[in-house]
Structure formats: structure tokens, C-alpha cells
């Protein structure tokens, strides 16, 4: 087998800086499928899942069908546009005079280009929303804890509008110095309402961690590891968006190759609220009803949950249940025991308590 070789004779007569930016081009569109492949994953657990909670009967989760067909489908013509784009300035249009790159800057501003960002936009939207939404029901409406991340949202989707104008002009790119400025609002923007409201949910989530401790003591230990899980999924979650998009915006504002991570972070947005969701399908996402229990039983009173703002599956929730049996007013019967000292450990006594609390509990026994 022949090695591969390589002589500089052969290379394309172009500048070095024009090849490294075709070969960001080339791994950032690897990249990108790469990650929609794990969209495709995640979207076909999701589809799964809540198919069969609207079986049994949760037909809300039809609206979240819905949100995560559309979601994979603008993933899925993204790419296929931005890919058949490549393959015209790349291989149509390879002997263009200066190259594949002069031709990319010349004609980028293209139906193909213009529909691939509407496509990425949209996605942003839809996680940015879903994550807002999230936050509204966690903190059961408090426009105290909302407002600002909304108003960041909106200022994101106002630039999102701007960039998209700017860059469907004749002779106009995303890349040209001219909308670089544009960009990096609308990216800043974007990426602020997730760290904002992944803050604002991980610290309610440990509040409420805090609460349960107190509710339920030492029996609280599986719901403690449930809900740092959803801790957990919701940092990996904004980090998933988050991290990706902080190199894109050093890459961007730099003009270097890095700002070709765009081209994964289009799908990688939409992994982030479709595993999200497949928590909620599961069952084991963070809902009102959990802050509403939790904190009654925490205080020693009983409330009605916001079942309007109710974000869970079909079946209860295993803490829920916990706190169900926590609010019970009749304590845990104890058998008698005999240790080697010979000390008699009886529940007699406690029950005789119990009756003279609960006069029904007599005529039980």
C-alpha cells in the first residue's frame, strides 16, 4: 500500500491564511454533522418517550412532539443547505478566479445561506424559549426572577433580525468585518439568556434540595440524588450551548478559524431543550408541583400545586410521592425488637400515644 504523500507543488496556489480558513470551513462542517447525529439520537428517545405518555393519556405532550419534530426538521435543512452550499463554491466552482474562497465572498449573500440561517435563528429561538418557559414554571411565575432574562431574550431576537438583513445583502457575508460588530451582540445576547436563567434554575434547585432535607431527613437521600441529576442536566445542558458559542464569539470577533465552530453550535442548540425534554418524558424533570410540595411540607402546611404550570409526565414523580407519605399524620409502626442487653424496643406505647391523639385509631386495632 502506497503512503500518502504530499508535495507543496500540488497545494492550491492560494495564501496560507485562505487554506487554513477552508480547512476550518471543511472540520466545522464535519462538526456540524457530527453533532446532528446526536440531535437524531436524542430526537428519536424523545419521540419515543412522549409517544407513549400521549398514549396513556398526557396529551400536552403533544405540543412537545411537535416542538422537537420541528426542532430536529430546521436542524436537518440547515445543514443540508449550508452542505449543498459548500459543495457549490468548493467543487462547482472550483477554477473561479482567486479561488473558492473569492467565490464564497463574492455570492454568499444566496437564497441557500439566507435560508440556512433563518433555519439556525429559528432554533435559537425555540431553545431560548423553552428555557425561559422552564424558569417561569420553576419559580412559579415570579416576574421578579423573569423579567431580565425575557428582555434579554427579546434584545437577542431583535439582532437576530438585523444580522439576518445585513447578511442577505448583495456581496455580504456573516464573515465580512463590516457585520462583525452585528454578530457579536446578537451571539453575546444569545448566550447571556443561558448562563442568566441556568443560574437562576440550578440555585432554585438547591433550595429546594434544601427544603426537601428538612421535610423528609435521612429518607430524602434518593430525592437529594434525583435532583442533583437535574442540576447536573441543566448545566450540561447551557454548557453544552454555552461553551461551543464562547469559542465562536473569541474566534469571530478575532477573525480567526475558530469562528467555524458556528457550523456544529447550529445543532449542538438543539440538543440542549430536547434532552431537556426527554426528562420531562421520563418523568423525572423539575416541575411547580415539586417547589409547591416541597416547600408546604418543609413549613408544616398544606397548599394547592400550580397545576397550571404542572412540566412533568404522565406518572408522579417518586419524590412527590415521598412527600405524600411524609405529610401522613399517623408515624411508621415499629417492631419489637430484642437487643443482646435485653432492652425491649416496643411500638405499644407509641401506638396508645398515637390513639389517645387519633380516637379512630383504637377502634382500627
Not at 448545566?235 to 456544529?264: D, K, R, W
Not at 397548599?303 to 415521598?322: I, K, T, V
Not at 417492631?335 to 396508645?352: C, M, T
Request: charged letters at 15%; aromatic letters at 10%; glycine letters at 6%.
Amino acid at each position: 500500500m502506497p503512503a500518502v504523500v504530499s508535495n507543496p507543488a500540488w497545494a492550491p496556489r492560494e495564501p496560507v491564511s485562505v487554506l487554513q480558513i477552508e480547512r476550518g470551513i471543511f472540520i466545522g462542517t464535519l462538526l456540524a454533522w457530527g453533532a446532528w447525529g446526536v440531535l437524531l439520537s436524542v430526537t428519536i428517545q424523545c419521540v419515543t418517550a412522549l409517544w407513549r405518555n400521549i398514549r396513556h393519556g398526557k396529551r400536552r405532550h403533544r405540543l412537545l412532539l411537535v416542538y422537537v419534530v420541528l426542532m430536529t426538521s430546521l436542524a436537518t435543512v440547515g445543514v443540508s443547505l449550508g452542505a449543498k452550499w459548500q459543495q457549490t463554491f468548493f467543487i462547482d466552482n472550483r477554477m473561479y478566479p482567486g479561488g473558492p474562497m473569492a467565490y464564497y465572498a463574492k455570492y454568499s449573500a444566496n437564497p441557500l445561506t439566507a435560508a440556512s440561517r433563518f433555519c439556525a435563528f429559528m432554533m435559537n429561538w425555540m431553545a431560548d424559549g423553552l428555557l425561559i418557559y422552564r424558569l417561569y414554571v420553576i419559580y412559579q411565575g415570579a416576574l421578579l426572577f423573569v423579567t431580565v432574562p425575557i428582555l434579554t431574550f427579546l434584545a437577542s431576537f431583535a439582532m437576530s433580525i438585523v444580522e439576518l438583513d445585513a447578511i442577505t445583502r448583495p456581496e455580504s457575508s456573516i464573515f465580512l468585518s463590516t457585520n462583525v460588530n452585528l454578530g457579536l451582540i446578537y451571539w453575546s445576547l444569545s448566550i447571556a439568556v443561558n448562563i442568566i436563567v441556568t443560574v437562576l434554575i440550578v440555585a432554585r434547585i438547591f433550595f429546594v434540595q434544601r427544603a426537601i432535607a428538612q421535610a423528609l431527613g435521612v429518607d430524602s437521600r434518593k430525592s437529594d440524588r434525583m435532583y442533583t441529576d437535574v442540576s447536573a442536566m441543566l448545566i450540561e445542558s447551557a454548557a453544552l450551548y454555552t461553551i461551543p458559542g464562547v469559542i465562536f464569539l473569541a474566534g469571530y470577533s478575532l477573525q480567526i478559524p475558530l469562528q467555524f465552530t458556528v457550523e456544529p453550535l447550529e445543532c449542538i442548540q438543539g440538543i440542549a431543550p430536547l434532552l431537556i425534554i426527554l426528562r420531562v418524558a421520563n418523568g423525572t424533570a423539575y416541575t411547580a408541583t415539586t417547589v409547591s410540595g416541597t416547600t408546604s411540607s418543609s413549613s408544616g402546611t398544606r397548599s394547592q400545586p400550580m397545576g397550571a404550570l404542572r412540566f412533568a409526565s404522565w406518572s408522579r414523580s417518586h419524590p412527590e410521592r415521598e412527600s405524600e407519605l411524609k405529610d401522613f399524620p399517623i408515624s411508621p409502626i415499629r417492631v419489637s425488637l430484642s437487643g443482646k442487653d435485653g432492652v425491649r424496643l416496643s411500638s405499644s406505647q407509641r401506638l396508645e400515644d398515637e390513639a389517645s391523639t387519633y380516637p379512630g385509631l383504637e377502634e382500627a386495632r
